[in-house]
């Protein structure tokens, strides 16, 4: 009678839009959990995924189930999309540790009833509005709904869900992903391989040479949606050939040679040969041919090596990248917080440390534009569809 009282007279807790002072805690003892569709496409758009999810599990007070990765890169057949733990990419005690009391990720077998489910279809199209999508959201929230363990998303890949919150809540989720040991070993043995190429060149052991991360974003499949992208927005600045990003990238003002320049790139889906050529004397460009790192890419699913290699420009001095890309977006955010952590009021300096750049925007002396994230923004759309404007 006593927990039949309480549960009539506490009021619904549960806050949306904008939730800092909302904190995690399953209403009852015994955990309810959220289930979402495989998670899709490249690896940057599968983290806006996850963190979609978690946020709409949190939305319900809920635990978000473990989710299935994609290790491919093919979205269309969905019999190759080669399906991949989280718990294989991503550390998933770390996960449920530094971000206890915000979002929950939990395993199948933890659900006590596979069967005491209900389906959560989600809308698409013209007609399914933020608005309604939101409403969507509140019912299920609502007490009728604690009777079923699990509520079971059907419908569209959870990057296509609507946005309804802020940057900084999709920040402390990218936070809580620590790479599995596996991957950030291999992320080590990529950025020292940068360091001893570099000492081979100062010939001074003891000198840690910088290195400047680009994420060069000219593969084939970029270079026809990038094309079509400006078409459709009558928009001019979105592709970037190898020569601007080389010019760019040669007057960015606090590089002194040498410098060390990584590329990183999707060596599968490259049509160019001679991206090592053309850059500027002093700037020594490596890829994973010239570490002699290829054998070990090619060993691992697409998913994989994009996480080593996202790993290894956010550990860069500079890092240079489309504002428009997704993978270079999250890079920018991420680098954003390392900086402002550091106690620097604002990051739009040349001088400070982990400073980020847009390749494809114009910036001074004829160098790309500086670029932080804004972690004030009230929603991901300009990082999930890309844009220009940097904040700086």
Not at 5 to 28: D, M, Q, W
Not at 31 to 44: A, S
Not at 168 to 194: H, Q, R, T, W
Not at 269 to 298: A, S
Request: charged letters at 25%; proline letters at 4%.
């Amino acid at each position: 009678m006593v927990l039949i009282i309480r549960t009539l007279l506490l009021p619904n807790s549960i806050s949306f839009g904008v939730s800092e002072n909302y904190e995690f805690k399953p209403r009852n003892v015994r955990m309810k959990f959220l289930e979402v569709p495989q998670i899709v496409w490249g690896l940057n758009n599968q983290k806006i995924a996850f963190a979609r999810a978690c946020l709409t599990s949190r939305m319900l007070n809920r635990s978000l189930l473990m989710p299935s990765l994609s290790a491919s890169l093919f979205y269309k057949e969905i019999d190759q999309l080669q399906p991949i733990s989280f718990d294989k990419v991503f550390n998933f005690e770390k996960f449920n540790s530094l971000c206890d009391g915000f979002v929950r990720v939990s395993r199948y077998s933890d659900v006590r009833n596979q069967s005491n489910l209900i389906e959560l279809q989600k809308g698409s199209g013209r007609r399914w509005t933020l608005e309604r999508d939101l409403d969507q959201l509140k019912e299920f929230s609502k007490r009728d709904y604690d009777v079923y363990e699990t509520i079971r998303v059907v419908g569209k890949n959870p990057f296509l869900w609507h946005d309804h919150w802020p940057v900084s809540d999709y920040a402390k989720v990218f936070e809580c992903l620590v790479l599995v040991n596996e991957i950030s070993k291999e992320a080590n043995e990529v950025v020292s391989k940068i360091r001893e190429f570099g000492s081979g060149i100062t010939h001074v052991s003891s000198y840690q040479t910088p290195y400047v991360a680009i994420h060069m974003r000219i593969e084939k499949d970029w270079m026809i949606h990038c094309k079509k992208q400006e078409q459709r927005s009558n928009i001019s600045n979105i592709c970037s050939s190898k020569e601007e990003i080389t010019t760019r990238v040669a007057n960015i003002p606090t590089l002194e040679p040498p410098t060390i320049l990584y590329l990183a790139v999707a060596d599968v889906l490259l049509e160019d040969d001679t991206i090592l050529n053309g850059w500027k004397q002093g700037m020594h460009p490596v890829d994973k041919k010239r570490l002699g790192l290829t054998e070990n890419y090619k060993n691992r699913p697409y998913l994989i090596q994009a996480a080593i290699d996202y790993e290894v420009c956010l550990r860069a001095d500079v890092f240079a990248g489309n504002s428009y890309s997704t993978f270079s977006s999250l890079l920018v955010l991420e680098r954003t917080q390392k900086t402002l952590k550091t106690g620097v009021p604002h990051a739009c300096r040349n001088n400070i440390r982990w400073p980020s750049y847009a390749y494809n925007i114009k910036g001074e002396s004829d160098g790309p534009h500086l670029w932080m994230t804004n972690l004030s923004d009230s929603s991901l759309q300009a990082i999930s569809y890309g844009s220009s404007s940097l904040s700086c």
